[in-house]
């Protein structure tokens, strides 16, 4: 029998058979000379990747090493991945701990892994560019946007010093090549020392992020700047405190004489360490801040960045020095003026109304560049609940600062005698809300959402407009404003205000109809039917309410559903539990699942920690699965932070990244609610939709079902 | 009067010591293993810098690491294998940052071996990190598809067809000589 050149595959088997292969390919090789070379080649290949040098490991390894153990530092190692179900764990003593581990041990099921399914890359060249260079990028889309042909490549950009910055804006269009990578180019204007980056496709608006996507600008001698460092740090600090101290160690590195480098450093240490050694990592700090303050002829800034450095560690006399020293030199650059507020408030011990006086002052030399001079006058103003200084300060920050907008009018809401001014600031917030510029959209939010959040925001203000009008004694104008604020959103409290409006003006059957709306909420009590049918009396049959709750229940659940969103997580999640143990975590589990991502460093996320214990109790007793992923890594820390507030809602870590990468999201806090076959279904950034999403999914069909048998007066 | 003699250590306190957290103990592990984790770090990531880190990121979180080690199979076969997947995912982050590798600016080797030596090291760090990972741990680690599918969280089969790939493109880069 004749045997035809074997395909290479072949050939590769059998080199790697080592003489247990085919006997007919055996023969075939010793007349062949041309497969005979194919198999020596791997052979020759293998020797010599085996004999190619290793270089030794660094002479001071072992030292560092232990220096890093004797600091605190720990790493989670991928010691193994579990097959099949992990065993119960044992009750500890933390409470927290074990409610996790209990419920993620519920959820696994076993699945191969492979962790590169629907994983892109982004990277560009260089990747520390000058101000101005152009940027060649490259982009190698995973499973969400491979089919695409064209993409856009959107920059978060931060200047010096930026404070917060949510929007982003389109910096390069990327076309996909042959190989089905997409390239393009751009350039970070001057002033920008830190960008972070998506792509995302514009005809059905996905967005692909991830928080490593960044680029951190370099300095005329091709370091990263230390601007850019100090950016990147702010940025990543809210998502993950592991890499934002990795960028303060590089900027102290690069920057050992910067006390802002230091400071990080510091925060981001005492973030992770525990809270043992506390006392000597700000020990070890002091001395860095004596070094720092020996040298001569710091800048301000780094004065500034020294005062807080040395606050921190708790030296408050070199903090003190620093402070003299800086406003000796300069009393008008906003980190004089930021100093300077310190100092007053310091001064009156809060008294609201010198404290007010000096802020004045301060205001009329300049102060205007300090945004802690902005956000100290609209505090002190409140507190010394002074209605004409809410106003002025608000509307000194709010046009500084545009995001503070809706603060700074929800403050002046409040008080009855600035009322007028109040609502015309709303409906100049309405307007710019219902039309907002794409520029203001953060990162990693999809167009789609962006404008429902707009959208929603604006119902929210005219819901206040509404109210503040039925304040104001002007029933039909309230009713009218708050008949448009909930003609697209789903709000009971709203529904109330409607109800009332309506009532004042004798529509009794308005009233009932807006209340039907409240009642027919998965959020309201039990007994809040019994209490209307109890107040209309005879002017409502029973029959009739429970038609009305019905109906309400169809619209919450069309309103609702208008927002869904479908589509399958992309790969397995792999996720740690307490005890740095690996899971398969598989998001089909015949029930609803809500999955909320957070880390205990970001603001925003541990606002929402209080409402989600209240619900994640309430959904887990109704069968829904709960499961919080945190951008953390498990530790002692990490447990001691659960135990502390007494949160029992089951935690796990996505220690290697694969939750982000599978549920396509960056950014914390994130609320994902997922369907009994595990797609994706609703995605928002605040929990207060969560519940009637949850109901929805779990009762699809229904029309008049529990929640309106609940509802419906006690029948 | 005779100095009294101690016995090192057998690896199994060693062990123990450094499970309870004991730095001499740790230390010794090191001198006894590192260059092996060192080296099995240094061939996945084609980086000394990165090796390095490997090295220590290992080292480091070792004592509590071995409070899941049961003690099956050898010690240097176990730590290998957390050597190799603390530096797979040390890639992967690094691919993520869009971190890449700079070309060798290392002079023109002087004899054949050691220009046969640079250019199988070039080629090795020119293959995509998912190809160099299975080449390497199959090639010089010579661990099986198996255990290779375990140790990459990868789909059965795929280790294989990465073997292949990663040999083509080594016949590209190197040609077949």
Not at chain 1, 250 to 272: I, M, Q, T
Request: net charge positive; hydrophobic share 45%; proline share 6%.
């Amino acid at each position: 029998m004749t045997l035809l050149h074997p395909r290479l595959r072949t050939l590769d088997r059998y080199a790697d058979a080592a003489g247990q292969g085919d006997p007919r390919l055996a023969a075939h090789l010793l007349r062949c000379a041309r497969c005979r070379r194919a198999v020596d080649h791997v052979r020759a290949l293998r020797d010599a990747a085996r004999s190619a040098p290793v270089p030794p490991p660094a002479a001071d390894a072992l030292e560092r090493i232990l220096a890093r153990r004797a600091a605190g530092d720990r790493v989670i190692l991928p010691v193994a991945a579990v097959r099949g179900r992990a065993n119960l764990p044992r009750r500890g003593a933390l409470a927290a701990a074990a409610v996790a581990l209990l419920v993620v041990s519920a959820a696994l099921l076993l699945r191969p892994h492979e962790l590169e399914a629907g994983r892109s890359e982004l990277m560009l060249a260089p990747a520390n560019p000058r101000p101005g260079q152009t940027v060649r990028v490259e982009y190698r889309p995973g499973a969400r946007l491979e089919h695409e042909s064209v993409v856009v490549l959107r920059a978060q950009e931060r200047v010096a010093d930026a404070g917060q910055v949510d929007g982003a804006r389109v910096v390069a269009r990327l076309v996909r090549g042959r190989s089905g990578t997409f390239t393009g180019s751009f350039r970070l204007p001057d002033p920008v020392v830190f960008a972070r980056f998506a792509v995302e496709d514009t005809a059905h608006g996905r967005v692909d992020a991830n928080p490593a996507w960044n680029a951190v600008v370099a300095d005329a001698a091709g370091r990263p700047s230390l601007e850019g460092l100090t950016e990147q740090y702010q940025a990543l600090s809210r998502i993950d405190m592991l890499a934002a101290r990795r960028a303060a160690e590089r900027a102290v590195s690069l920057y050992p004489d910067a006390p802002g480098a230091w400071l990080r450093l510091f925060w981001a240490s005492a973030s992770l360490a525990p809270q043992a050694q506390a006392d000597s990592l700000r020990r070890v700090h002091r001395l860095q801040v004596r070094r720092l303050a020996a040298l001569s002829r710091p800048g301000s800034h780094d004065l500034a960045e020294l005062v807080f450095y040395a606050s921190a560690v708790d030296d408050s006399a070199q903090a003190a020095a620093a402070r003299a020293r800086l406003l000796a030199r300069d009393s008008t650059s906003a980190d004089a003026f930021q100093q300077r507020v310190i100092v007053v408030l310091g001064r009156h011990g809060g008294h609201h109304a010198r404290e007010l006086a000096e802020l004045e002052r301060l205001w009329g030399q300049g102060g205007g560049v300090s945004r802690q001079l902005l956000f100290t006058g609209v505090q002190v103003a409140r507190a010394g609940n002074d209605p004409a200084a809410v106003l002025r300060w608000g509307d000194r920050m709010s046009a500084a600062l545009p995001y503070t907008a809706a603060y700074a009018t929800r403050s002046a809401l409040a008080y009855p005698q600035i009322r007028a001014e109040a609502m015309e600031r709303v409906r100049r917030l309405v307007r710019r809300f219902l039309a907002p510029r794409d520029d203001d959209r953060p990162l990693e939010m999809a167009a789609p959402e962006f404008r429902a959040m707009y959208r929603g925001a604006a119902a929210s203000f005219l819901g206040e407009l509404g109210k503040a009008l039925a304040a104001e004694g002007r029933m039909a104008a309230a009713r009218d404003t708050l008949e448009l604020a909930i003609a697209d959103s789903w709000d009971p409290e709203l529904f109330r205000s409607v109800a009332q409006a309506r009532l004042a003006l004798g529509d009794t059957a308005g009233a009932v109809a807006a209340s039907a709306r409240v009642a027919a909420d998965p959020g309201t009590a039990a007994a809040y039917g019994d209490s209307v049918l109890a107040r209309f009396g005879s002017r409502v049959a029973r029959g009739d309410w429970r038609a009305q709750v019905a109906a309400a229940r169809l619209r919450m659940r069309a309103q609702v559903m208008a927002r869904a969103v479908d589509r399958r997580v992309r790969g397995p999640v792999r996720v740690a539990d307490a005890s740095g143990v690996l899971h398969d975590l598989d998001p089909a589990s015949r029930k609803p699942t809500l999955v909320v991502f957070w880390s205990r460093f970001c603001p925003a996320a541990l606002a929402q920690l209080g409402p989600l214990q209240e619900l994640s109790g309430r959904l887990r007793r109704g069968g829904t699965r709960v499961v919080t992923i945190s951008f953390d890594e498990p530790s002692p820390e990490a447990l001691a932070f659960l135990a502390s507030h007494h949160y029992t809602f089951p935690v796990v870590y996505d220690v290697d990244r694969s939750a982000q990468r599978a549920f396509d999201n960056a950014a914390t806090p994130r609320f994902q609610v997922l369907d009994r076959a595990g797609r994706i279904r609703f995605e928002s950034y605040a929990i207060d939709d969560v519940l009637r999403q949850v109901t929805v999914l779990r009762d699809p069909g229904e029309a008049a079902g529990d929640v309106a048998a609940r509802n419906e007066g006690g029948s | 009067m005779p100095a009294a003699v101690s016995s090192p250590p057998t690896p199994h306190d060693l062990l123990q010591q450094t499970r309870a957290g004991d730095p001499d103990a740790l230390a010794e592990l090191y001198r006894r293993h590192g260059a092996a984790v060192h080296a099995v770090a240094y061939r996945l990531t084609a980086s000394a810098a990165d090796a390095d880190d490997v090295l220590q990121d290992v080292f480091v979180g070792l004592p509590e690491a071995l409070r899941r080690f049961d003690g099956r199979g050898s010690f240097g076969g176990w730590l290998r294998r957390v050597a190799a997947r603390t530096a797979l995912m040390r890639m992967r982050r690094s691919t993520r940052r869009g971190e890449v590798a700079l070309p060798d600016d290392s002079p023109a080797p002087a004899t054949p071996d050691a220009a046969a030596r640079v250019d199988i090291e070039r080629a090795l760090a020119g293959l995509a990190p998912g190809l160099r990972a299975v080449f390497v741990l199959r090639e010089v680690e010579g661990y099986s598809h198996a255990e290779i599918t375990e140790i990459m969280g990868l789909r059965a089969g795929t280790s294989e067809v990465r073997l292949h790939r990663a040999r083509q493109r080594l016949r590209q880069l190197l040609g077949d000589r």
